[in-house]
């Protein structure tokens, strides 16, 4: 093994619990044993995203709240999950959040594997909803139950430093002194951890699980 690993500045990246799964594509081909996790850390959908920030975080929330409506005690598996979100790509902080989304739940869009046979599907099973348009609002469905959930995460619950804003012009203008630059890092980080660990009140709303229509029904 080789133990080489990526050294995060923040290290309460390191306590956020992971998300493991089932993938049995995975197991088909001989990437893991049959019943072994595929194991996604927070510090995957940093490695993803090239940054962490509240949106990020925000993401990987979602999925383990929308994961655990649905699946409850059951073992969770990859390439089962079907995702909308509600409004464009571009519309706020979507596109990023769809990419941590894909990378954990195995849900793509066009680009996705196009299965063997019938089997292992993962195209075409995230889409955005133009018609529906919603800030960050992500509905997970059951391919197999046909179970339903809609996660919410409402980021301008977060506080702000009032400082934030002007450390922020001046970092991104080459102008912050090596101590704005930390005290910046410091804020912006503070407010990624309130967002994994909710130390804000009312960051997520998760809708009641209901049974939609499956797709092969």
């Given at each position: ?51 962490s920030c ?93 179970q339903s ?69």
């Amino acid at each position: 093994m080789c133990g080489i690993q990526t050294r995060w500045k923040q290290i309460f990246y390191e306590d956020v619990p992971p998300i493991e799964l089932r993938d049995p594509l995975a197991e088909f081909l001989g990437a893991i044993e049959e019943g072994e996790p595929l194991i996604f850390t927070y510090g995957d959908a940093v490695k993803l995203a090239g940054h962490s920030c509240p949106s990020v975080a925000g993401a990987y929330q979602i999925i383990r709240k929308a994961l655990g409506a649905l699946y409850r005690k059951e073992t969770l598996v990859r390439g089962q999950i079907r995702v909308r979100v509600l409004g464009k790509p571009e519309y706020g902080a979507n596109g990023p959040m769809a990419q941590v989304i894909m990378l954990i739940t195995g849900a793509a869009g066009n680009t996705g594997f196009g299965g063997l046979g019938d089997k292992f599907v993962r195209r075409d099973l995230l889409a955005f909803d133009e018609a529906e348009e919603e800030p960050n609002a992500f509905v997970f469905t059951r391919t197999d139950t046909g179970q339903s959930v809609k996660v919410t995460f409402h980021p301008a619950r977060l506080p702000q430093a009032p400082a934030m804003s002007k450390l922020f012009v001046k970092c991104i203008s080459g102008t912050a002194t090596s101590k704005q630059k930390v005290a910046f890092e410091d804020l912006w980080q503070a407010r990624v951890k309130a967002v994994l660990f909710e130390e804000v009140d009312g960051l997520f709303t998760v809708g009641a699980v209901h049974r939609c229509r499956k797709a092969d029904e």
